[in-house]
C-alpha cells in the first residue's frame, strides 16, 4: 500500500474505533460497575475486538505446537510477544470461554471515550511508581478471585529498534504466576509488525499467524519460568518468520 492509502486505513481505524467504542462501549461501562457482570461485559469487548480486528481487513490462522488444553473455569496468566496494537484485539479473541484482564499502561486511560472504559476492564500500571508496580500483584489476584484470567506482554512494551526479534522479559508474569500458582499460557503471533506496526505509514490487511505453544507449570523460580517461555517465543519467531 503507498503512503496515502496506508493514511487513509489508519484514519479508518480512528472512525471504526470510534463507533464500535461508542456502540459496545456503553453496555460494558455500565455492565462494569458490578464485578459479577464482567463475564458478560466481557462478551461485548470481544465484539468490539472482532470489529476492529476484521474491520481492519487482518484475519488470523493458528496452528497449535502443543496439545495441552486449557481447564473451564480455571485462570491463566497469558503471555505473548508483544509487536503491534492489535495485540490486544488478538489476545481477546482467542479466548472466547476464559474471561481476560490485560496489566496495561496507565498513560491509555488519557485516550477520550476508550480510557474510560480501559481503566474499568484493566489492571493499570504506572511504571513510573515503583508502588504502583508493587500492588499490580494484589490487583490481578483479586482480578483472578473474580473468575479472569491476565494477560501480561512480559517485553513491556513494543521496542523502538525494529530489528529486536524479541525483547527482554520483565519479571512481572512470571512472578506473578509463582506467587498465585497459576500456569502460563503462552502464544507466539507473527506476521503483526509488518501488518500492523505502530509507524502510521506502514502496514497492510493480511493474515497474522498464531502459534499455540502451550502451558507452564507454575514454579517456585519465576527466573526458570522467564527462561522457559522466552525461549519458547524465540524459538518460534525464528523457526516460522
Given at each position: 500500500?503507498?503512503k496515502?492509502?496506508?493514511y487513509?486505513?489508519?484514519?479508518?481505524?480512528?472512525?471504526?474505533?470510534?463507533?464500535?467504542t461508542?456502540?459496545?462501549?456503553?453496555?460494558?461501562?455500565?455492565?462494569s460497575?458490578?464485578?459479577?457482570?464482567?463475564?458478560?461485559?466481557?462478551?461485548?469487548?470481544r465484539?468490539?475486538?472482532?470489529?476492529?480486528?476484521?474491520?481492519?481487513?487482518?484475519?488470523?490462522?493458528?496452528?497449535?505446537?502443543?496439545?495441552?488444553?486449557?481447564?473451564?473455569?480455571k485462570?491463566?496468566v497469558i503471555?505473548?510477544?508483544?509487536?503491534?496494537?492489535?495485540?490486544i484485539?488478538?489476545?481477546?479473541i482467542?479466548?472466547?470461554h476464559h474471561p481476560?484482564?490485560?496489566?496495561?499502561?496507565?498513560?491509555?486511560?488519557?485516550?477520550?471515550?476508550?480510557?474510560?472504559i480501559?481503566k474499568?476492564?484493566?489492571?493499570?500500571?504506572?511504571?513510573?511508581?515503583?508502588?504502583?508496580?508493587?500492588?499490580v500483584?494484589?490487583?490481578?489476584?483479586?482480578?483472578?478471585?473474580?473468575?479472569c484470567?491476565?494477560?501480561?506482554?512480559?517485553e513491556?512494551g513494543v521496542?523502538?529498534?525494529?530489528?529486536?526479534?524479541?525483547?527482554e522479559?520483565?519479571?512481572?508474569a512470571?512472578?506473578?504466576?509463582?506467587k498465585?500458582?497459576?500456569?502460563?499460557?503462552i502464544?507466539?503471533f507473527?506476521?503483526l509488525?509488518?501488518?500492523?506496526?505502530?509507524e502510521?505509514?506502514?502496514g497492510?490487511?493480511?493474515?497474522?499467524?498464531v502459534?499455540?505453544?502451550?502451558?507452564?507449570?507454575?514454579?517456585?523460580s519465576p527466573?526458570?519460568?522467564?527462561?522457559?517461555?522466552?525461549?519458547?517465543?524465540k524459538?518460534?519467531?525464528?523457526?516460522y518468520?
Open positions: 500500500m503507498g496515502i492509502l496506508n487513509l486505513w489508519r484514519f479508518w481505524l480512528l472512525i471504526l474505533a470510534f463507533f464500535l461508542i456502540f459496545f462501549g456503553i453496555p460494558v461501562f455500565i455492565l460497575f458490578n464485578k459479577k457482570h464482567y463475564k458478560y461485559a466481557y462478551k461485548f469487548i465484539f468490539w475486538s472482532y470489529g476492529m480486528f476484521y474491520g481492519m481487513g487482518l484475519r488470523h490462522e493458528i496452528t497449535k505446537l502443543s496439545s495441552q488444553q486449557l481447564e473451564k473455569g485462570q491463566y503471555i505473548s510477544n508483544h509487536t503491534s496494537i492489535m495485540d484485539m488478538l489476545t481477546c482467542l479466548y472466547p481476560i484482564c490485560f496489566v496495561g499502561k496507565k498513560e491509555l486511560v488519557k485516550i477520550p471515550i476508550f480510557g474510560t480501559y474499568r476492564i484493566c489492571v493499570m500500571v504506572d511504571r513510573s511508581s515503583a508502588r504502583s508496580r508493587a500492588d500483584y494484589r490487583r490481578c489476584a483479586e482480578k483472578m478471585e473474580e473468575g484470567s491476565i494477560v501480561i506482554f512480559p513491556g521496542p523502538d529498534d525494529t530489528s529486536i526479534i524479541l525483547d522479559f520483565k519479571d512481572g512470571f512472578t506473578l504466576s509463582s498465585h500458582n497459576s500456569p502460563i499460557v502464544h507466539t507473527i506476521g509488525k509488518e501488518i500492523f506496526p505502530f502510521n505509514s506502514k497492510y490487511p493480511g493474515k497474522v499467524r502459534f499455540y505453544n502451550g502451558i507452564l507449570e507454575p514454579s517456585d527466573k526458570d519460568l522467564k527462561l522457559s517461555a522466552f525461549e519458547t517465543i524459538k518460534t519467531l525464528v523457526k518468520s
